[in-house]
């Protein structure tokens, strides 16, 4: 299945295709999704196309540095990024999916606030 979406203004685009039905969705505790609520959709890189917005985006890390939380800079929006725990993988925010309050999704919690200590989460 093909999911299409973007940030809050326009600028940032993208499409992935996904697995089916119900999507695997991870609630992360790390002190960055648990402050957003972002909620992950975890597709391999290869599966993700940036549409839109390449030149738009701005880049933050934090803690170990890993991960590439991508923001649109106008809007301020992450619609999507590379997290450490799935380096060969693209997280997608749930909520920036064109249309998904109509996705049936199965929502898991993820405890990411120990991620130094071996837990392996979507976080930082």
């Not at 299945?1 to 992360?28: Q, S, Y």
Request: hydrophobic fraction near 30%.
């Amino acid at each position: 299945m093909k999911v299409e979406g973007g940030c809050h203004c326009g600028l940032v685009r993208f499409e992935a295709e996904v697995g089916e039905e119900p999507l695997e969705i991870l609630d992360c505790n790390c002190s960055i999704c648990s402050m957003t609520g972002y909620l992950h959709l975890i597709v391999p890189d290869s599966r993700f196309r940036l549409i839109e917005g390449q030149r738009e985006t701005t880049t933050y890390r934090f803690g170990s540095g890993k991960a590439r939380h991508i923001f649109c800079g106008q809007c301020g929006i992450k619609s999507f990024y590379r997290p450490r725990s799935h380096p060969e993988g693209i997280s997608i925010s749930l909520r920036c999916i064109d249309g998904w309050e109509e996705l049936n999704v199965a929502i898991t919690p993820f405890e990411g606030r120990d991620w130094g200590r071996g837990e392996n989460v979507p976080g930082d």
